[in-house]
């Protein structure tokens, strides 16, 4: 089976316990108030720090969340503390950047590129995967190292262009960078290339001598684009960074690279705050296919560590039953087991809640986009599980290590599936039980990392 | 101990530039001013702004306000001498013991100065009249061999590489050489890698279940390299590796620049991996022992 409902169903927990804490202080008044969201906006802050959000950044955004919730009114089926989580959300997002900005290469070809950021950032690979994305859309694109600096960076984006299938203009590393860029401009020009991508060497923002240099290479180049790279996983200096390349360079964009990690991320909303530029994609691996639009809201829900799962709280909390979520969370926290029972109860949550396919639009980016689209069709193995679970008796969901393999046999012909899905299906629901227990202690990245290696299609 | 001074001046440079940015000089912060609520405030913001991590900071803030001190210049010396106390226990040397070849295996995510770093340190073991021979590991990554290759031919070290994808066996081959030559030291470069990534964590461990099959023993040291400019993250990689590894130690890089590496402290403090070597620039003599009393300064003036 997909095993898709344990990607779901412990981050439901999760979040139960996180908006639990949040609401138990808060719940049954009206309005929010200076007073009813204090505690609550202080577990924002610690969120935002945790995720790296840059300390000013935080103040400000907690101030502006106090001030656009002071007096709002809690509509609807919401509580007070889901009414303000939901405002946090809204808020992260929006200040991120609403929708989606993509490349703005109108101008009189070549429209050049030019790559801008800290050592390691994800410069050299983040150019071949635009190289990619612009060569798919039938764009003559070439490539260009002004890296003379790091030992073979200059053959890195080489065997990066190649793969890319876009041109490599030659450079070595005993020429004048700024030579380089004149000299590819040049030849961009006279062979009719819609694009030239130029790769720089990584440089500290406080590098006088090279950050100076890539003024210079902006001047002579004047990129219609001037992309700044991060790191995802870049900390609390983001904005010093952030200010300092873009106080020398136009820059025009940010891309957010190694999403793919377990960082959260807050470096967007810092990066984003201190520039005004718009993140127009986030790298999500090594690989040149490894790059997608960035997704405003998304990125929120990650900042704030909450998957996408907040949205799909909100929409969905009418067909969820909390009572049920909550059932399962108090047994575990009492010490008892995570028993075949509760695992066919969460499956009917997750029947309710549209599916699987439903599901996965509200995963977290990374994970959603390592499960293979086989897995989307089915649907089909949910029922198959709970057929299988129907045919046990209750004591035998109570305690499924009582299941050996006459009742086995009984079981898989009751269900009409052959053995082996019956042991298939224990030895996932063992593995669930044993996160189930880790989430205890828990930590969301630790058993999403866990969770990937059971499930099968996972990366 | 001139390197570790110059390391001292070079970070204190480094920070003195972030604080102009920031406007929050620790130093002039706390001189000549009373202790009061506000001044913990503005010590709590420059810890975490240093990447120190809210637990870490908290911590640190409490044990000083429980001092009950009066004076900035006291609460100065007593916020170093309690950074200095938490760093300490991650201050180790790195000795090269009997065995031969000495295998030193580093790890690490992507982009964070592994490749750099080993240049870095074949010149610190060859300063020290060490042989050395690196091992390409990195079968991944575009160019990172020839990456390679190029800081063995800066320190005139041999590299062992192989054209094949399977990082187990060029460093078993690499251990092969080393005693053919009587290599004493063997640095093993690795794909970058980040603990998300299942099977790449898996398939570093086999990497090191390699090096111990080649040789009993191997390998002697494993360094996680992480970098100053990463926040909350570092504590993470450092707990994924060393449950996939064990390390024996860390490195941290990029120290440079204006990120202080804070996020130090709060491993220090919950997965306490000693701290080798910090690295202070890109060029081959920037590497430098760690001493946990000049970081502690360094990170607050
Ligand atoms: N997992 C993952 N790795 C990435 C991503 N983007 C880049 N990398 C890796 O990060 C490392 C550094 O990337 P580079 O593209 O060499 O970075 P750079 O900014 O050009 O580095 P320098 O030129 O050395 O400053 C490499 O190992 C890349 O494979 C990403 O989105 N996800
Ligand atoms: N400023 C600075 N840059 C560094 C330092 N260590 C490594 N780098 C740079 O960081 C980038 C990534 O380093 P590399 O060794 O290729 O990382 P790897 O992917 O982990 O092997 C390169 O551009 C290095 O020159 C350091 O201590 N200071
Ligand atoms: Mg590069
Ligand atoms: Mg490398």
């Known amino acids: 089976m997909s095993g898709t409902s344990s990607v779901y169903h412990p981050m439901l927990d999760n979040l139960t316990a996180r908006l639990a804490k949040i609401v138990k202080q808060i719940r049954g008044e009206a309005r929010l108030t200076e007073a009813n969201i204090q505690d609550a906006l202080r577990e924002v802050r610690v969120a935002l720090l945790e995720a790296d959000v840059a300390l000013p950044v935080v103040k400000q955004f907690i101030e502006a969340v106090r001030a656009s919730a002071l007096g709002e009114e809690v509509i609807g089926s919401l509580t007070p503390g889901q009414a303000l989580v939901g405002l946090v959300h809204r808020e992260l997002a929006r200040l991120m950047g609403g929708a989606n900005v993509g490349l703005d290469l109108a101008t009189q070809p070549p429209a050049v590129i030019l790559m801008a950021g800290l050592q390691g950032s994800g410069k050299t690979t983040t150019a071949g995967k635009l190289a990619k994305l612009l060569a798919a859309d039938k764009k003559k694109v070439a490539l260009v190292s002004c890296d003379v600096y790091r030992p073979a960076a200059i053959e890195q984006l080489k065997a990066v262009a190649a793969q890319a299938g876009a041109d490599f203009v030659e450079s070595k590393s005993g020429e004048n960078p700024v030579d380089i860029a004149r000299r590819a401009l040049e030849h961009a020009k006279t062979r009719y290339f819609d694009v030239l991508i130029v790769d720089t060497a990584g440089r500290l923002a406080i590098d006088e001598e090279m950050m100076r240099e890539i003024a210079e290479l902006h001047a002579v180049l004047k990129p219609v684009e001037t992309l700044f790279i991060v790191d995802a996983m870049q900390g609390q200096d983001a904005v010093n960074v952030a200010r300092a390349f873009d106080a020398r360079l136009p820059l025009t964009g940010v891309i957010l690279t190694k999403l793919d990690g377990d960082a959260r991320g807050g470096v967007a909303l810092s990066v984003r705050q201190v520039t005004g530029k718009p993140i127009k994609f986030a790298g999500v691996g090594e690989k040149l296919g490894g790059i997608e639009p960035f997704h405003p809201e998304r990125m929120a829900a990650r900042i704030l560590g909450m998957g996408d799962i907040l949205g799909l709280v909100e929409e969905a909390h009418a067909r969820i039953d909390l009572d049920e979520a909550k059932r399962v969370a108090d047994k575990l926290k009492r010490g008892r087991g995570f028993d075949l029972e509760d695992f066919k109860a969460q499956i009917a949550q997750m029947k309710k809640m549209g599916g699987v396919a439903a599901l996965l639009d509200k995963l977290p980016a990374q994970l959603a986009g390592q499960i293979s689209p086989a897995q989307l069709q089915d649907d089909r193995q949910i029922r198959r599980i709970e057929g299988i679970i129907n045919s046990m008796t209750p004591a035998e969901r109570a305690d499924p290590s009582m299941l050996k393999a006459s009742r086995k046999r009984r079981i898989a012909a009751g269900a009409g599936v052959p053995v082996q899905a019956v042991n298939q299906l224990l030895n996932q629901f063992e593995q669930m039980q044993k996160m189930m227990k880790m989430m205890k202690g828990g930590n969301m990245a630790r058993m999403l990392r866990n969770m990937k290696g059971v499930l099968p299609g996972l990366r | ?301």
């Not at chain 2, 004076?71 to 170093?80: F, H, N, S, T, Y």
């Not at chain 2, 991650?90 to 592994?114: C, D, Q, Y």
């Open chain 2, 1 to 301: 101990m001139v390197a570790a001074l110059s390391w001292a001046a070079r970070l204190k440079a480094g920070l003195a530039r972030t604080r102009e940015v920031l406007n929050t000089p620790v130093p002039v912060l706390l001189a000549r001013r009373r202790v009061d609520e506000s001044l913990y405030e503005e010590l709590e913001a420059a810890l975490l702004q240093a990447d120190c991590g809210v637990a870490a900071t908290q911590a640190i803030v409490s044990s000083l306000r429980r001092k009950k001190l009066e004076d900035g210049e006291a609460l100065r010396r007593a916020l170093k001498d309690a950074l200095a106390e938490l760093l300490l226990p991650l201050e180790r040397k790195l000795e090269i013991t009997g065995a031969r070849p000495f295998v030193i295996m580093l790890a690490g995510v992507n982009g964070s100065g592994k490749t750099t770093s080993i240049g870095k340190l074949a010149h610190w073991l060859q300063l020290q009249g060490r042989s050395v021979l690196l091992a390409a590991g990195d079968t991944f990554r575009a160019a990172a061999r020839e990456q390679l290759v190029a800081w063995g031919e800066r320190n005139a070290v041999p590299v062992i590489a192989q054209p094949s994808g399977d990082p187990g066996a060029v460093l078993f081959d690499a251990l092969g050489a080393a005693r053919a030559r009587g290599a004493e030291v063997v640095i093993a470069d690795t794909a970058g890698r980040l603990p998300t990534q299942l099977h790449l964590m898996e398939e570093i461990r086999k990497v090191k279940r390699v090096a111990a099959k080649a040789q009993a023993g191997a390998p002697h040291e494993v360094l996680l390299v992480l970098d100053a400019n990463t926040g909350q993250n570092a504590l993470a990689q450092v707990k994924a590796f060393d449950d996939a590894l064990g390390l024996t130690g860390l490195v941290l890089t990029k120290l440079d620049g204006t990120a202080k590496g804070g996020v130090v402290c709060a491993i220090a403090r919950e997965r306490p991996v000693p701290l080798l070597f910090v690295g202070v620039g890109e060029d081959i003599d920037d590497l430098r022992p760690f001493v946990a009393r000049d970081f502690a300064e360094a990170l607050v003036g």
